[in-house]
């Protein structure tokens, strides 16, 4: 649960974020007016008494504040406001006779349109670029691929008139689990296409917009404009282009777009959290043509890049930590970016209202309120090591101690394997599980462990089998 008084204060940081990237009288008219109310399930909820305030924040900045305190916490987060009015010194909704409690009922999502790049609708975050972007094993070549748009995009031999011109680039699909990065590397697309190409038109929307764009079109009768307005752009990003599937209607709308724009030699470039053979149901000629170009998989980041990230994270916002809880953070936290960035700001909030230093307990906290349904690793531990004694008779007790039997000295690298694959536990964490000082000895179990699997298949049958029942969750 997230204290009002936190809440506070990540507001207050958020606010300093916006005036990097608002004008000063955006910031002084929209957003310093609003007042943070409070939070409840997973929403924050503001108020305003100015019903321009009310329309203007509603149907421009909504999804910003979103963005905002759903980065900051590192969970999805809505944000409502409130339209009220104050009598005898209690806060009424408009056009209700019963004070603001917790209880309110959030008035309906107001639509947001499509906008271009610079427009005070675009929902751009000028941090997000390829320099800040951390490159590892898991998303080295959804980067790689991305600069390479970003840096001759199709719609720019388009530009030069060489009609026979055909990209290998596009369209450009990226796809992998929500908050690792996907969104990122959209926005810091846009940012180096604007720096070399700024006369190129930008649009970007989320798929579910799409939806909805469309929907409103139909209703007042409008869909020239909507067609218009998508198939004349040189670069289309659509964010999460899964929720078009199942939708007959925008499937059949946007295969068109996406043919008038690949013809003319325009940029498309798409994310979802699957690839197009898994996004069901979606038609087989959208899947296709979203083959047509290069496909991108960014994997949650393994333990040397979530290291990486929290050190950079950190630096960014001046939070100074031990290796102690650099490593209990890297290793507990395994599932996104997203995550790892609400430990951050989150333990960022808690240093600065308690005047505390970042300490394993503090941290201890921070992650849980983040790892959701995510486990332990200590409980990971556990059930290796109730594993091993199942399988080679040996105890827990036998495999943490000195004792160099064959049958011990085995199950002991067999964990050692185990414990490496299933927790991504980095060697020197390995070591202080079994109370070795010296690392070396876990790399040199594992890598015993590893040749015997490649070598003898009836042993990797075994080991597959062990690793299976390990990562059992009872």
Same mark, same amino acid.
């Given at each position: 649960?997230?204290?009002?008084?936190?809440?506070?204060?990540?507001?207050?940081?958020?606010?300093?974020?916006?005036?990097?990237?608002?004008?000063?009288?955006?910031?002084?008219?929209?957003?310093?007016?609003? +007042?943070?109310?409070?939070?409840?399930?997973?929403?924050?909820?503001?108020?305003? +008494?100015?019903?321009?305030?009310?329309?203007?924040?509603?149907?421009?900045?909504?999804?910003?504040?979103?963005?905002?305190?759903?980065?900051?916490?590192?969970?999805?987060?809505?944000?409502?406001?409130?339209?009220?009015?104050?009598?005898?010194?209690?806060?009424?909704?408009?056009?209700?006779?019963?004070?603001?409690?917790?209880?309110?009922?959030?008035?309906?999502?107001?639509?947001?349109?499509?906008? +271009?790049?610079?427009?005070?609708?675009?929902?751009?975050?000028?941090?997000?670029?390829?320099?800040?972007?951390?490159?590892?094993?898991?998303?080295?070549?959804?980067?790689?691929?991305?600069?390479?748009?970003?840096?001759?995009?199709?719609?720019?031999?388009?530009?030069?008139?060489?009609?026979?011109?055909?990209?290998?680039?596009?369209?450009?699909?990226?796809?992998?689990?929500?908050?690792?990065?996907?969104?990122?590397?959209?926005?810091?697309?846009?940012?180096?296409?604007?720096?070399?190409?700024?006369?190129?038109?930008?649009?970007?929307?989320?798929?579910?917009?799409?939806?909805?764009?469309?929907?409103?079109?139909?209703?007042?009768?409008?869909?020239?404009?909507?067609?218009?307005?998508?198939?004349?752009?040189?670069?289309?990003?659509?964010?999460?282009?899964?929720?078009?599937?199942?939708?007959?209607?925008?499937?059949?709308?946007?295969?068109?777009?996406?043919?008038?724009?690949?013809?003319?030699?325009?940029?498309?470039?798409?994310?979802?959290?699957?690839?197009?053979?898994?996004?069901?149901?979606?038609?087989?000629?959208?899947?296709?043509?979203?083959?047509?170009?290069?496909?991108?998989?960014?994997?949650?980041?393994?333990?040397?890049?979530?290291?990486?990230?929290?050190?950079?994270?950190?630096?960014?916002?001046?939070?100074?930590?031990?290796?102690?809880?650099?490593?209990?953070?890297?290793?507990?936290?395994?599932?996104?970016?997203?995550?790892?960035?609400?430990?951050?700001?989150?333990?960022?909030?808690?240093?600065?209202?308690?005047?505390?230093?970042?300490?394993?307990?503090?941290?201890g906290k921070c992650v849980a309120d983040l790892m959701g349904g995510a486990e332990p690793v200590s409980a990971s531990i556990d059930r290796v090591f109730r594993v091993i004694e199942k399988h080679y008779g040996v105890s827990k007790e036998d495999l943490l101690s000195e004792k160099r039997l064959r049958d011990i000295v085995m199950a002991r690298h067999a964990a050692i394997y185990l414990l490496k694959k299933i927790t991504g536990m980095s060697y020197p964490s390995l070591a202080k599980v079994f109370n070795?000082?010296?690392?070396?000895?876990?790399?040199?179990?594992?890598?015993?462990?590893?040749?015997?699997?490649?070598?003898?298949?009836?042993?990797?049958?075994?080991?597959?089998?062990?690793?299976?029942?390990?990562?059992?969750?009872?």
């Amino acid at each position: 649960m997230v204290m009002l008084e936190e809440l506070h204060a990540i507001w207050g940081e958020i606010k300093k974020t916006y005036a990097k990237i608002y004008t000063e009288s955006i910031v002084d008219l929209w957003f310093e007016p609003l +007042e943070l109310d409070r939070y409840e399930l997973d929403a924050v909820y503001f108020t305003t +008494e100015n019903v321009i305030k009310y329309r203007v924040v509603t149907t421009k900045y909504k999804e910003v504040l979103e963005q905002s305190f759903s980065d900051f916490l590192g969970f999805p987060v809505k944000v409502f406001v409130e339209h009220v009015e104050i009598k005898n010194g209690q806060k009424y909704l408009i056009g209700s006779d019963e004070p603001v409690f917790v209880s309110s009922i959030p008035r309906e999502d107001q639509h947001i349109e499509a906008s +271009e790049f610079g427009t005070e609708k675009f929902p751009f975050r000028f941090e997000y670029t390829f320099e800040n972007f951390i490159v590892g094993s898991s998303n080295r070549f959804a980067h790689a691929a991305c600069l390479g748009v970003a840096e001759n995009p199709a719609c720019v031999e388009a530009l030069k008139g060489d009609g026979n011109y055909m990209s290998p680039y596009n369209p450009l699909f990226i796809y992998g689990p929500s908050g690792i990065g996907k969104t990122h590397l959209l926005h810091a697309i846009v940012n180096r296409i604007k720096q070399k190409l700024p006369e190129v038109k930008i649009l970007y929307i989320r798929g579910d917009d799409f939806i909805n764009q469309m929907i409103n079109h139909l209703a007042k009768k409008t869909m020239n404009d909507f067609k218009n307005k998508y198939r004349k752009c040189d670069v289309l990003l659509i964010d999460d282009i899964q929720f078009i599937a199942g939708k007959t209607s925008t499937q059949e709308e946007f295969f068109h777009t996406f043919n008038a724009l690949y013809e003319d030699h325009k940029q498309i470039i798409l994310t979802s959290d699957r690839p197009p053979r898994e996004i069901k149901p979606l038609e087989d000629r959208l899947v296709t043509r979203f083959e047509w170009g290069i496909l991108a998989d960014i994997q949650p980041p393994d333990l040397e890049l979530r290291t990486a990230i929290i050190k950079k994270k950190a630096e960014q916002v001046k939070l100074k930590m031990s290796d102690e809880v650099l490593e209990f953070l890297a290793e507990n936290i395994r599932s996104n970016v997203r995550q790892i960035e609400g430990a951050i700001k989150k333990m960022s909030a808690m240093t600065f209202l308690t005047g505390s230093e970042v300490s394993l307990e503090l941290a201890g906290k921070c992650v849980a309120d983040l790892m959701g349904g995510a486990e332990p690793v200590s409980a990971s531990i556990d059930r290796v090591f109730r594993v091993i004694e199942k399988h080679y008779g040996v105890s827990k007790e036998d495999l943490l101690s000195e004792k160099r039997l064959r049958d011990i000295v085995m199950a002991r690298h067999a964990a050692i394997y185990l414990l490496k694959k299933i927790t991504g536990m980095s060697y020197p964490s390995l070591a202080k599980v079994f109370n070795k000082k010296n690392h070396t000895t876990m790399l040199s179990s594992y890598q015993l462990i590893l040749r015997k699997v490649e070598d003898e298949p009836a042993f990797a049958l075994e080991m597959n089998n062990l690793e299976k029942e390990a990562s059992e969750r009872i």
